[in-house]
């Protein structure tokens, strides 16, 4: 047993008092080729404590020598300390062949950090520097996707292809730049980069990503045939069931699409959006005890859950169940985050049930949201004359005939306000 491995040994056996009895004679016995293997010995078996004490006592033999800090860095970012790190990295002469490596490991700090501008600058000092370098131009592509500069992140992306570089640190690029055109809206062009992708390889998250963007390019029969494959593969990704029942859906296929609702829910019990979707479906095919279990399982879920209260509530009103829709309305307001529909609903209701002044509350509530809602407008309009406030329903219908001269309607009721 050699130096390196009665070392290891005894870190691996607890025995630290000697490893470190044993690491100090490395280090006195003046061979720094011994102490570059220990310490990377160390660092590949996770010992990371003891690596950085090793490579920081080169760094002290040989101060300028970057490779050393940008190891020691490294090790220190493991450890969580950004900081030190960075100074190391900053401290990397230009003229080091390890300039390049540091920019990179800085980029990458950069961004984790929130900071895209200066994560971009670095990977562009490095792009001058190694202009044919894959891993710089995959970087670049990366970072700019991960800010939303989708252009840019997949002309990087096609650099490397048109070099022949389809994969990099096991990325698939092509499936890179299916996501960032998928991203960019552009869902048509990013099919065949997916496809690509998963003929070198059938990855379940590249699958998904594939059929979702048939289904936003408007594929569904597609996004049927794709996400039932991934649904084959792995039927607990939760993920690919609302968009299965949607693409369904969208081909009119309502019962297989409430079928894939049941499935998803059975999966994954606590996906409000799978209960808010399985209600409106439901309310399509004319199910509304159905429809209403789930708006109310979506709400159980989540009680802020606002498109599930606007969507029950609109239900309610289809039922003149005036009551329902105040305690629903009660309960949101418990939850601190009222949406002017809700208000809207509220008043509409409050005016059904005679209680003229809660009505008036709601209205007034509402109006700043929504006085651009000529169907609002109407409503407060018939309530300001059902409440004998004809001042105020002059106004609105003023405002209303303004807007829609051609409504016969409103003009009739105006006039006949003008004339009283």
């Excluded at 630290?16 to 100090?24: F, G, N, P």
């Excluded at 509220?346 to 651009?372: G, M, P, T």
């Amino acid at each position: 047993m050699n130096k390196i491995q009665q070392i290891i040994h005894f870190l691996e056996q607890g025995e630290l008092e000697k490893a470190k009895d044993s690491i100090s004679k490395v280090k006195t016995s003046g061979n720094h080729e011994d102490i570059y293997l220990l310490a990377e010995e160390l660092l590949q078996l996770g010992f990371l404590i003891e690596a950085k004490d090793l490579f920081a006592y080169l760094l002290s033999l040989y101060p300028d020598e970057g490779e050393l800090k940008v190891t020691l860095a490294e090790i220190l970012i493991e450890m969580d300390n950004e900081e030190e790190a960075i100074s190391y990295l900053d401290s990397v002469n230009e003229a080091d062949p390890d300039f390049p490596r540091s920019l990179l490991i800085l980029a990458d700090l950069y961004q984790m950090q929130g900071l895209a501008e200066v994560s971009e600058y670095k990977l562009l000092q490095a792009k001058e520097i190694l202009p044919d370098e894959p891993i710089v131009d995959f970087a670049l592509g990366e970072l700019y996707a991960s800010i939303g500069r989708d252009i840019e992140a997949i002309n990087y992306y096609e650099e490397l292809i048109v070099s022949g570089n389809e994969t990099i640190a096991g990325v698939n690029i092509h499936s890179r730049v299916g996501e960032a055109l998928s991203s960019a809206g552009k869902f048509e062009e990013a099919l065949p980069y997916f496809e690509k992708s998963l003929a070198a390889n059938n990855e379940i998250n590249t699958l998904f990503a594939y059929a979702l963007t048939a289904y936003q390019a408007g594929f569904y029969k597609k996004g049927i045939e794709l996400f039932n494959q991934l649904k084959t593969i792995d039927p607990e990704y939760h993920s690919l069931y609302l968009y299965l029942a949607k693409c369904y859906e969208s081909e009119e296929e309502l019962q297989n699409s409430l079928r894939v609702v049941k499935e998803g829910i059975a999966v994954d019990e606590y996906n409000k959006e799978l209960f808010q979707f399985g209600g409106k479906l439901a309310l399509k095919m004319g199910n509304e005890e159905l429809a209403e279990t789930y708006f109310r399982n979506a709400l159980a879920l989540d009680p802020g859950y606002i498109d599930a209260a606007l969507t029950l509530n609109k239900l309610f009103l289809h039922q003149n169940r005036y009551e329902d829709v105040l305690d629903l309305i009660s309960q949101m307001e418990k939850e601190g985050d009222m949406d002017p529909q809700l208000h809207w609903d509220a008043a509409v209701s409050s005016q059904k049930l005679e209680k003229f002044r809660d009505a008036l509350n709601h209205y007034q509530q509402a109006y700043n949201d929504l006085k651009n809602n000529l169907e609002f407008l109407a409503d407060f309009g018939y309530f300001m004359i059902e409440d004998g406030k004809r001042s105020e329903a002059l106004t609105i219908f003023r405002s209303l005939v303004h807007e829609d001269p051609l409504n016969e309607e409103w003009t009739s009721l105006l006039e006949r306000l003008e004339e009283n």
